[in-house]
């Protein structure tokens, strides 16, 4: 399976960083199966940081690597990725012990329906509902070492402005 990295710099090593804000599934690296998610990322970061270019690294995943390792799959919202997604964005010093965790992307829109919950403006059966008539992309998130090892870097595609 191809996966996707949208980055300002050629990722042909990838490697676990400590974001500077919260996310979704915690510190790691991020990919998705979506060309379109990736390229996305990379032009709104062009934009924000007045790039001379960017590239949507591409990434072979051994699938089969994966089964030693300890993973979270979500193939939808559900309460658990609510709750895990909440966790990991609001919990100050919050760490799982996931090898890789794979779910939806919670985008801009997603965010403001997430606010709407933690504000108790609406409750969670009422957040999932709204969520599941979003069309989310999906994103991987790989949390190790042990798991960045499934991935084989394929090529970097540059992105200009």
């Not at 042990?146 to 499934?150: E, F, G, K, S, V």
């Given at each position: 399976m191809k996966l996707y990295h949208g980055s300002l710099?050629?990722?042909t090593t990838p490697e676990i960083r400590k974001p500077n804000r919260t996310l979704d599934y915690g510190s790691g690296f991020y990919t998705t199966t979506s060309y379109q998610q990736a390229f996305e990322w990379v032009q709104r970061r062009l934009d924000e940081r007045k790039a001379d270019k960017g590239f949507v690294n591409v990434y072979e995943l051994n699938e089969s690597m994966l089964g030693g390792l300890r993973c979270l799959f979500f193939e939808s919202p559900t309460e658990e990725w609510v709750d895990f997604v909440m966790k990991n964005r609001t919990q100050r010093g919050f760490v799982h012990d996931y090898d890789v965790v794979y779910g939806p992307v919670a985008n801009d829109r997603v965010y403001a329906s997430?606010?709407?919950?933690?504000?108790?403006?609406?409750?969670?059966?009422?957040?999932?509902a709204e969520l599941k008539t979003y069309k989310l992309v999906d994103q991987y998130l790989f949390h190790t070492s042990?798991?960045?090892?499934?991935l084989s870097f394929l090529e970097g595609k540059e992105v200009l402005p």
């Open positions: 710099e050629l990722v997430f606010a709407l919950y933690e504000g108790n403006i609406i409750d969670k059966q009422s957040l999932i042990d798991a960045l090892r499934a």
